[in-house]
């Protein structure tokens, strides 16, 4: 190997929740707060902040203890989920492959012009330090349409999105209605996660899954593939 081949950092990072073991990430060791709480905001645990009762730091490995709200784990151990292989994510234990669990909304609103939607992922990838280092990366962000808005980098796709939805939730900021960036495709777990999240979009200069568009419909959600290019595809609830 070159001493100046670019490379980028990947580690375990592990949490329990209420003493129990819950997940280990394989993740880009930075935002890990934002990380977990994104996590267990994706996975039912949490709905705000006031839900987190405790989220403490290992001091000597990379690791959180979180302490929610009793009745929160109740609700989550009463889905009974199973654990499912995501593409290209890992284990996860959410209704990836039961679309029908996904609560039915209706389409909150359409996505910005094709030509905002350009400007916003320039500045997504402009900021994306450890992409423009190795191309080895992914990057999410939420957007209100006008500015970008808890931007985040990760060896995992899912787990930048974790760790925007995280930082909106520890800023108590509003994650309902906005829009989500992201840099790689659009898989039924990212798709789950915004469901959950209650975003109006998610856009990509990849594209969905068929999954993933299957949890959009039902969501209520619309999916944007080729977005940076002069004719995205615009998936919409109702189509």
């Not at 670019?6 to 280990?24: H, K, M, S």
């Not at 980098?153 to 209605?177: L, S």
Request: hydrophobic share 45%; net charge negative.
């Amino acid at each position: 190997m070159l001493a100046d081949s670019a490379v980028v950092e990947e580690w375990p990072v592990w949490l329990e929740v209420n003493g129990a073991p819950a997940v280990t990430w394989m993740c880009t060791p930075d935002q890990l707060e934002e990380l977990a709480t994104g996590w267990l905001h994706g996975e039912g645990y949490i709905e705000t902040l006031d839900d987190l009762i405790k989220l403490r730091p290992c001091a000597t490995d990379l690791g959180f203890w979180a302490e929610v709200k009793p009745e929160r784990v109740t609700l989550v151990k009463g889905d009974q989920r199973r654990p499912v292989l995501a593409s290209g994510c890992g284990a996860v234990s959410t209704f990836l492959a039961h679309p029908p669990a996904v609560r039915h909304a209706p389409a909150q609103r359409e996505p910005p012009f094709p030509e905002t939607l350009r400007a916003l992922f320039k500045e997504l990838f402009a900021r994306g330090t450890r992409y423009n280092e190795t191309g080895g990366i992914h990057a999410a962000a939420l957007t209100d349409d006008a500015t970008l808005q808890f931007h985040a980098e990760d060896i995992g796709r899912h787990n930048a999105v974790d760790k925007v939805i995280g930082a909106a939730v520890i800023a108590r900021q509003p994650i309902a209605g906005r829009g989500l960036l992201v840099t790689g495709r659009i898989s039924a777990e990212l798709a789950h996660k915004a469901a959950r999240a209650g975003l109006a979009y998610v856009a990509t200069p990849s594209v969905p899954s068929t999954l993933a568009l299957t949890v959009a419909q039902r969501a209520g959600m619309v999916l944007v593939g080729r977005a940076v290019s002069g004719t995205p595809h615009i998936h919409r609830p109702d189509a």
